[in-house]
């Protein structure tokens, strides 16, 4: 949070812009001093000056969580078959495991990043890191809807139903912000309401009305 | 006026077309007087006729197992198939052709959890053997498909109903006792006796004669004591065949090569169209390249018979590894016999040649990592004699006494493995008993499992042969055994 790092205003020694992670202490240098307005009144969306490097790491840590999502959820999946297959029994269950896992695992990890990473930095870069976050996975999502016993449809909706959140989370983070005028109590409530929200998935994931792929 | 004559050109249109419609008839019968064990395969006889030409199609569903017949109906003929299913307790026969209405007969199967004594004698004589269920056969009750026999566990048959049995009936009792299935014969022909011993399976151990009902009995009695070497189960022939690592592998190269190169581009790439892009196409390419790679289906033979016998029994297993949802079509290999899904479960449609009465091709939904198999079983002439004499200081002289040569294979005696080189007719070797191996092999650890302990065995891995064919893998065994010295 922003009462962690810096004073408001203040630079890092040598005047540069600290890197803003979405996990770890958020930067609010590019941001208005607290309590400072722009004309109008209004809270513009931080755009981090256009420095398109610094944009760069800031779409990184979902992007690599992405892919350590994958990697994890992939290992298993591989091995599981490997079981499944020196055995004799149907890998395909361990497939529909795996698929519906990445799902889970994905809907909760962009419910708590995208609503924070939408009040941070805004809709734009909020969906970037969304899109950075759920598609490194589609590899996996493949490869195991071909060994599953899934369908097509189901699993190509799930996807889609990942996609929107990617777009439509950011937003509710962008309307926190505007909401509280202030950012660290946007980016806390932004937190709040993505853990609910990722907790909502969690025990929606278990009951039968929840078409998981 | 002409108004009027409307409704009636309408009207005698309609009833020339239904004049023109082929009536199908369609009676369907079970083998072995509608009984069947749980799991095991059976038969269903149909009978189709038509009042004129026509093209019809027959269906018979049996559990999840769909057996298709595209025949060609001629007025007055009766056109008789019989399909060989798995077992079901309902089976659903329907026959229709694209001019007629289709016609379906439900037919029942009952499933007996106790064994199954097929007794066909004219006799009428009351039959119970303890344990056993008893179904009454007349000659029709047989089946025609070596592999309904599954049905029962034994079968009393008297010289009239053997009679009276027709050529692929008889065909299909002289592989079920190949294959050593119990038989006893009731005041046989002794034509059909020495035709039934020369063809029985487990050293003719299975197939007996008897004078009298009462000794029939006594003889399935003893029979029982004695256990005859099973059939091989799926799980043992996965061991023999040793799939689904080509495909794994691959799916892991894949997948290992997907994350490197999505991480390589996370470092150095940085753009969010880049990081939409890697694994967008790494979807589409992983895809394309699980269709192009398809790997070679495997055919999986094990034979095995009794020195000097002149048939051995074989089962076989052909194995399809998917790799995509998809659907497949295979042809049913036409030099196997008995050609059926090894797994009950496993929905598949077959194709039935009814100008051979046999299976011709299988269709089957497959996926990544699934082994979809079909199962074979039969009888092969057997030319092998081996001949094996004990010498002193714990040595066997191991002779070739057929009229073929032998290849090089191993030879089991008491729990260990000797090699045999290749033997010419009449040449022979000597074995050291002592000097044998411990092989933890598949084939070889199977070769003792279904090796009696008052016998010694030969295994000898066949030569491939047909190499011509590179989208199989094949692998035969024949394990020959033969009495202790």
């Known amino acids: 949070m922003s009462a962690a790092g810096p004073s408001q205003g203040a630079r890092p020694p040598g005047g540069e812009r600290r890197e803003a992670t979405l996990g770890g202490n958020h930067t609010t240098a590019a941001e208005p001093p607290q309590g400072a307005r722009p004309p109008g009144g209004e809270r513009r969306e931080a755009t981090l000056g256009g420095n398109h490097a610094i944009e760069a790491q800031i779409d990184l840590p979902p992007a690599m969580t992405g892919l350590a999502l994958a990697i994890a959820v992939a290992l298993w999946w591989v091995g599981s078959s490997r079981l499944a297959l020196d055995h004799g029994t149907d890998a395909a269950r361990g497939a529909a495991d795996a698929l519906k896992t990445l799902w889970l695992v994905r809907g909760m990890a962009l419910a708590m990043l995208s609503v924070r990473a939408g009040a941070l930095y805004g809709w734009r870069r909020g969906a970037k890191g969304g899109l950075g976050l759920i598609s490194l996975s589609w590899p996996?999502?493949?490869?195991?809807?071909?060994?599953?016993?899934?369908?097509?449809?189901?699993?190509?909706?799930?996807?889609?139903?990942?996609?929107?959140?990617?777009?439509?989370?950011?937003?509710?983070?962008?309307?926190?912000?505007?909401?509280?005028?202030?950012?660290?109590?946007?980016?806390?409530?932004?937190?709040?309401?993505?853990?609910?929200?990722?907790?909502?998935?969690?025990?929606?994931?278990?009951?039968?009305?929840?078409?998981?792929? | 006026m002409l108004r009027g004559l409307w409704p009636l050109g309408l009207a005698l249109c309609a009833v020339t077309d239904a004049i023109a419609q082929p009536r199908i008839d369609l009676a369907a019968t079970p083998a072995w007087n509608g009984w069947t064990r749980p799991g095991r395969a059976t038969e269903v006889d149909v009978r189709l006729s038509a009042d004129i030409a026509t093209r019809a199609t027959l269906d018979v569903v049996a559990g999840r197992q769909v057996v298709r017949a595209e025949l060609d109906l001629a007025p007055g003929r009766i056109v008789r198939l019989q399909v060989p299913i798995d077992s079901s307790e309902e089976v659903a026969v329907s026959a229709g052709s694209p001019v007629a209405p289709p016609q379906r007969r439900d037919v029942r199967i009952a499933q007996s959890e106790?064994?199954?004594?097929?007794?066909?004698?004219?006799?009428?004589?009351?039959?119970?053997?303890?344990?056993?269920?008893?179904?009454?056969?007349?000659?029709?009750?047989?089946?025609?498909n070596a592999s309904a026999y599954a049905s029962v566990d034994a079968l009393i048959l008297d010289a009239p109903t053997l009679g009276a049995l027709d050529r692929r009936q008889l065909g299909a009792l002289l592989a079920h006792a190949a294959e050593c299935g119990r038989i006893v014969l009731l005041n046989p022909d002794p034509g059909v006796r020495h035709v039934l011993d020369g063809m029985g399976g487990c050293?003719?151990?299975?197939?007996?004669?008897?004078?009298?009902?009462?000794?029939?009995?006594?003889?399935?009695?003893?029979?029982?004591?004695?256990?005859?070497?099973?059939?091989?189960?799926?799980?043992?022939?996965?061991?023999?065949?040793?799939?689904?690592?080509?495909?794994?592998?691959?799916?892991?190269?894949?997948?290992?090569?997907?994350?490197?190169?999505?991480?390589?581009?996370?470092?150095?790439?940085?753009?969010?169209?880049?990081?939409?892009?890697?694994?967008?196409?790494?979807?589409?390419?992983?895809?394309?390249?699980?269709h192009a790679m398809q790997p070679p289906t495997q055919l999986v033979v094990w034979s095995e018979g009794e020195s000097g016998a002149q048939f051995a029994r074989y089962q076989a297993w052909q194995l399809f590894p998917g790799l995509v949802r998809g659907h497949t079509r295979v042809p049913v290999l036409p030099q196997l016999a008995s050609a059926r899904t090894c797994e009950p479960g496993q929905p598949m449609r077959f194709d039935f040649d009814a100008d051979r009465g046999r299976l011709a091709f299988a269709d089957f939904d497959t996926r990544?990592?699934?082994?979809?198999?079909?199962?074979?079983?039969?009888?092969?002439?057997?030319?092998?004699?081996?001949?094996?004499?004990?010498?002193?200081?714990?040595?066997?002289?191991?002779?070739?006494?057929?009229?073929?040569?032998?290849?090089?294979?191993?030879?089991?005696?008491?729990?260990?493995?000797?090699?045999?080189?290749?033997?010419?007719?009449?040449?022979?070797?000597?074995?050291?008993?002592?000097?044998?191996?411990?092989r933890r092999d598949a084939p070889a650890r199977m070769a003792m499992e279904r090796t009696q302990a008052d016998r010694v065995a030969a295994l000898w891995e066949s030569d491939p042969g047909d190499a011509a064919d590179v989208t199989t893998e094949r692998k035969e065994w024949l394990l020959l055994t033969a009495p202790r010295p």
């Open chain 1, 140 to 213: 996996v999502v493949a490869l195991a809807w071909s060994a599953s016993a899934a369908s097509l449809t189901l699993v190509v909706l799930a996807e889609l139903l990942l996609l929107a959140g990617s777009a439509a989370l950011p937003l509710i983070g962008l309307f926190l912000r505007r909401w509280l005028r202030r950012v660290d109590f946007a980016v806390m409530a932004g937190t709040a309401v993505g853990t609910a929200l990722a907790a909502a998935l969690w025990v929606a994931s278990g009951s039968t009305y929840m078409p998981l792929p």
């Open chain 2, 114 to 144: 106790s064994p199954l004594l097929g007794v066909g004698i004219v006799t009428g004589d009351p039959v119970y053997l303890e344990g056993f269920h008893t179904v009454r056969l007349v000659a029709d009750d047989l089946p025609r």
């Open chain 2, 203 to 290: 050293g003719g151990r299975a197939v007996m004669g008897a004078a009298t009902l009462a000794d029939a009995k006594e003889m399935l009695k003893s029979s029982l004591a004695t256990s005859f070497a099973p059939a091989i189960s799926l799980v043992n022939i996965r061991e023999l065949a040793q799939p689904g690592r080509v495909t794994w592998n691959r799916v892991l190269v894949l997948v290992a090569a997907y994350f490197a190169i999505a991480g390589l581009a996370l470092m150095l790439v940085r753009s969010v169209p880049v990081l939409l892009l890697v694994p967008a196409l790494a979807t589409v390419a992983i895809l394309v390249l699980l």
């Open chain 2, 368 to 438: 990544l990592f699934r082994q979809v198999s079909l199962c074979y079983s039969g009888m092969v002439p057997l030319e092998r004699v081996i001949a094996i004499e004990a010498r002193p200081d714990a040595l066997l002289n191991v002779r070739n006494a057929g009229r073929t040569a032998w290849p090089s294979g191993l030879l089991l005696a008491g729990g260990l493995a000797h090699d045999v080189p290749a033997l010419g007719p009449g040449d022979s070797t000597i074995i050291r008993t002592e000097r044998g191996k411990q």
